[in-house]
């Protein structure tokens, strides 16, 4: 190994590159969004990809609340502390998409933090071992902005279907996501 695995001084830290920081992403929004009272769990790989999506485009999530507000679902709406996505998406075929999605939840389910099933649907699932590390990660002040955003996701988007999540983005976001060529960064 050596020297060589550490990055010079003048390297910029990117978390995108960085797995654990995806998975903790994950964990959070499966614990804050994520239906049921023990086993946390999303249904279907459009609805977590979609919730995740606005927890890494807080801007985002700000017009889609200023929306919710417009239409009288909400009272008031989440106001982002920053422009700039936490880690960047792409337009895919159905909306915003990350390839790596696989490899994410792969890692969580290998370390045993996530339980992935379903028979139509993929229903991805805390365990109790995931809970804990999640509520742990929710208390780090690190991740302060990405817990603020999944709360404010409860009891509007995070009860909406993915296909309600996909088509509301491209309602609203149609300029920043649905006119963008496919594999095109968000």
Known sequence: MGLGV?????????PDEIVDFHAARLLILLN???????SKRIDGRTKLV????FLRYGHFLERAHQ??????????????DVDKPEAPMIRYLFGPWDPRYR?????LEARGLVRVGGTKIERVSLTRVGKVHAERLA?????ATIVARARAMRGNMADWTGTQLKE???EVLQEEVADLELGEEI
Not at 6 to 14: E, H, K, N, S, T
């Open 67 to 80: 929306e919710l507000v417009q239409r009288g679902q909400i009272d008031s709406p989440y106001v982002a």
């Open 50 to 53: 979609k919730l995740d999506f």
């Open 32 to 38: 804050e969004c994520g239906a049921g009272a023990v």
């Open 139 to 143: 208390n780090e002040a690190s991740f």
């Open 103 to 107: 490899r994410f939840i792969a890692f």
């Open 6 to 14: 550490v990055p010079p001084l003048w390297d910029q830290f990117d």
């Open 168 to 170: 509301f983005i491209y």
